[in-house]
Antibody, heavy 119, light 107 residues
Framework: QVQLKESGPGLVQPSRTLSLTCTVS????????VSWVRQPPGKGLEWIAAIWSGGSTDYNSALKSRLSISRDTSKSQVLLKMNSLQTEDTAMYFC?????????????WGQGVMVTVSS | DIQMTQSPTSLAASVGESVTITCLAS??????LVWYQQKPGKSPQLLIYGATILEDGIPSRFSGSGSDTQYSLKINSLQPEDFASYYC?????????FGAGTKLELK
């Protein structure tokens, strides 16, 4: 069955770089796009970045200068790096699979990984 | 970026009642509207895509409607498990944007 699982450090110091990994199973990264979506505590959802099935990438323009998304298809992993972390980046970070054919909706989500930015 | 304005922010209802949540896009999204349900401590769950298409396994008491810039989610005969937060999402183009959410609470 389709599964996504996020991993990464729970605590990151301000100004440092965050590295998150989304490990997927039950589908191929060359057939489906995967996005990262975050949710600050008690707040709403924010789309961060995507890597499409063909390998091209897309970013939230407000965060683009700090982001990098990539994938390792041999490991079925999508990687997100965000630099210059600030306290406002404290959030639950989810990876999610986009439905078939660049559908614009997310049909499977990981459980999320909580990232706290604090010294 | 396409802005998604969702209302109400919160809503109190009783089991068995029907409720409607609305979502207004800042421009025509041609029916590419998505609804999710999120329970505390859980990841969002896809309910409806393409404004009206019910995801597999979602009960038929959930329905979506709308076009152009105006969309709505209706839940008929509320069940205890329906009390949660609901989000709409622009599925037309990136950056994918979400409404601020509606918290549905038990009256």
């Amino acid at each position: 069955q389709v599964q996504l699982k996020e991993s990464g450090p729970g605590l990151v110091q301000p100004s440092r770089t965050l590295s998150l990994t989304c490990t997927v199973s039950g589908f191929s990264l060359t057939s489906y796009g995967v996005s990262w979506v975050r949710q600050p505590p008690g707040k709403g959802l924010e789309w961060i970045a995507a890597i499409w099935s063909g390998g091209s990438t897309d970013y939230n323009s407000a965060l683009k200068s700090r982001l990098s998304i990539s994938r390792d298809t041999s490991k079925s992993q999508v990687l997100l790096k965000m630099n210059s972390l600030q306290t406002e980046d404290t959030a639950m970070y989810f990876c999610a699979r986009e439905g078939p054919g660049s559908s614009g909706y997310f049909d499977y989500w990981g459980q999320g990984v909580m990232v706290t930015v604090s010294s | 970026d396409i802005q998604m304005t969702q209302s109400p922010t919160s809503l109190a209802a009783s089991v068995g009642e029907s409720v409607t949540i609305t979502c207004l896009a800042s421009e025509d999204i041609y029916g590419s509207l998505v609804w999710y349900q999120q329970k505390p401590g859980k990841s969002p769950q896809l309910l409806i895509y393409g404004a009206t298409i019910l995801e597999d396994g979602i009960p038929s008491r959930f329905s979506g409607s709308g076009s152009d810039t105006q969309y709505s989610l209706k839940i008929n005969s509320l069940q205890p498990e329906d009390f949660a937060s609901y989000y709409c999402q622009n599925g037309l183009s990136t950056p994918y944007t979400f409404g601020a959410g509606t918290k549905l609470e038990l009256k």
